[in-house]
């Protein structure tokens, strides 16, 4: 969870996101205020709060009386998800370029790293979570609070469903490529660079998802 000093419905919120993506509380299933009070150890008014926060964010829908449920994932929504993403982070890593300090670069590159260590593991968990932190980092590193939490929320159940279907064929060697020339760009400040790399490494990521998403269907 988040620092202890945070209000325990924000660290709450938090950890149920992780779980979503670690498949603790899978897409598609239904949760109880009970359940989740039980799970976590606490009382039913920061489970209630946490989960309003989360159906704001559209990560879980509430039911009257009946806790929650995991939405499931479609086309429609990757689509929709990954065109939004793009906007946005293509604007965020523009300001990343131009704001970034040699510290935040050097993390930046050992995330990277990590990245491909998972990738060379071929572990889908993995390399949903090393993924995340190198974007996550990118994001932070233009300083837009709003933008970083509308990315957080809504990449919480795609995160999940890649977690569970992996990737496709030749995916992770291509995202190493992709990082690596959005990280240079970054490294070098230049905004346009970045932001072009970084639309071409979403708008494939869109397409491969549904590519799964279509064969899964048959």
Do not use: F
Request: hydrophobic share 45%; glycine share 6%; with cysteine.
């Amino acid at each position: 969870m988040s620092a202890i000093n945070t209000p325990t419905y924000m660290r709450l919120r938090d950890q149920v996101r992780v779980d979503i993506v670690s498949g603790i509380w899978p897409l598609g299933s239904h949760v109880t205020l009970a359940q989740l009070a039980e799970h976590y150890q606490v009382s039913a008014n920061p489970v209630r709060e946490a989960l309003l926060q989360l159906q704001g964010e559209g990560v879980i829908a509430m039911r009257m009386n009946r806790g929650a449920v995991i939405p499931l994932v479609d086309e429609r929504y990757i689509d929709n998800l990954y065109r939004l993403r793009g906007a946005v982070q293509s604007m965020l890593v523009r300001d990343a370029a131009r704001m970034a300090v040699p510290e935040q670069v050097n993390r930046m590159m050992e995330l990277a790293a990590a990245y491909e260590s998972a990738a060379q593991s071929n572990d889908p968990a993995a390399c949903v979570e090393a993924n995340r932190n190198l974007h996550r980092h990118i994001d932070v590193i233009a300083d837009n609070p709003l933008a970083v939490d509308l990315l957080q929320g809504r990449s919480t159940l795609v995160d999940a469903y890649r977690r569970s279907v992996g990737y496709g064929t030749g995916r992770l060697d291509l995202v190493v490529a992709q990082h690596r020339q959005i990280v240079r760009a970054i490294a070098a400040g230049d905004e346009e660079k970045a932001a072009q790399a970084m639309l071409e490494h979403t708008d494939s990521s869109r397409l491969d998802l549904l590519a799964i998403c279509r064969a899964a269907r048959g």
